[in-house]
Nanobody
């Protein structure tokens, strides 16, 4: 029983940066995997980035590698997604997801691996 609450979305100018937050609660987050996905209406949910709670394992979608960074506040159980050089194509609802399992590169991108999801936060990149 995990609760995830995203925040930080909004309207941002192309080329600017944005940091999304996901507050996790409901268990001791000493293991497992957290990830970010995004979705445009009418399209499939797309993987963005993921990380384990510990161990220094970070996984990024090839399409966004170099522009995004996933990090965690160890003391507050908060996972962040920092995005730079934002483009209109980045407009989507961004969701955080969690699983108690320590996923690997081949499975971290799969939606079915995650038991818990947040409600999403809207990011709109436009002039």
């Amino acid at each position: 029983q995990v609760q995830l609450v995203e925040s930080g979305g909004g309207l941002v100018q192309p080329g600017n940066s944005l940091r999304l937050s996901c507050v996790a609660s409901g268990r001791t987050f000493s293991s497992g995997t957290m990830a970010w996905f995004r979705q445009v209406p009418g399209k499939e949910r797309e993987y963005v980035a993921g990380r384990r709670w510990s161990g220094g394992n970070f996984y990024y979608a090839d399409s966004m590698k170099g522009r995004v960074s996933i990090s965690r506040d160890n003391s507050r159980n908060v996972v962040y997604l920092e995005m730079n050089s934002l483009k209109p194509e980045d407009t989507a609802v961004y969701y955080c997801a969690a699983t108690s399992r320590n996923l690997i590169a081949s499975t971290v991108r799969l939606m079915g691996e995650y038991e818990d999801w947040g409600q999403g936060t809207q990011v709109t990149v436009s002039s």
